[in-house]
């Protein structure tokens, strides 16, 4: 049998979707003919009926079968934003460092280049450093011709970043559908609670 053909069970579900399931579970015990059931039923305590239908989870998910897996489609195509996936994670260190890059290399070659030729000049002034000056202050205007270059590629990279953060966020599939998640989550929960759980307990209770 195909997978996604076969009724969920409680192994299989994820935090969010036990969660659901004990919630429906509670909400089956609370229900007055249930509990009306259970008083005229003195071989069963609703702590028995409730670890009988733990154990039968596959039994009664397999009602709501199809809402669950359009629960499931509709959770897959709205996405997690909780989860992060590793090209996502290096874009976002890659685009980090160069934001690093684009600022501090910048700023220490601007600097160095701004000793350079302060010094440079300043040896200038005496004849007798003339050789050394000179040396600064060709160094001087290399280092400033170097921050410049850095400037530059430093801009590009961060709006190449930019684009590519915006892309990837059009391409990712939009958790801005949450009525339609809501919907399939409450539409799971009340086949899961009136056609599995309900049905089961009342069997058990017979």
């Known amino acids: 049998m195909d997978r996604l053909n076969r009724p969920p069970q409680l192994s299989n579900l994820s935090q969010q979707d036990r969660a659901d399931f004990e919630l429906a579970l509670r909400q089956a015990l609370a229900r007055p003919e249930i509990r009306d059931a259970l008083q005229r039923n003195p071989d069963l305590c609703p702590e028995q009926l409730q670890a009988l239908a733990r154990t039968a989870t596959g039994e009664i998910a397999a009602a709501a079968a199809d809402e669950y897996l359009e629960y499931l489609r509709v959770r897959g195509a709205a996405g997690s934003p909780a989860y ?14 160069m934001g690093v890059l684009a600022v501090l290399v910048p700023l220490l070659t601007g600097t160095a280049a701004a000793i350079l030729l302060l010094l440079g000049y300043a040896l200038g002034l005496a004849k007798s450093q003339r050789h050394l000056a000179d ?69 058990r209770l017979q």
């Open 84 to 97: 992060d996936s590793p090209r996502s994670i290096d874009q976002d260190w890659a685009g980090g460092l």
């Open 135 to 203: 040396s600064l202050l060709t160094a001087g205007w290399a280092t400033a011709v170097v921050a410049g270059i850095c400037v530059i590629g430093g801009v590009v990279g961060l709006l190449t970043t930019a684009a590519r953060r915006r892309a990837a966020q059009s391409d990712t599939p939009a958790a801005g559908r949450p009525e339609e998640l809501k919907r399939a989550r409450e539409a799971w929960r009340t086949a899961l609670l009136e056609r599995g759980l309900l049905p089961y307990l009342h069997l």
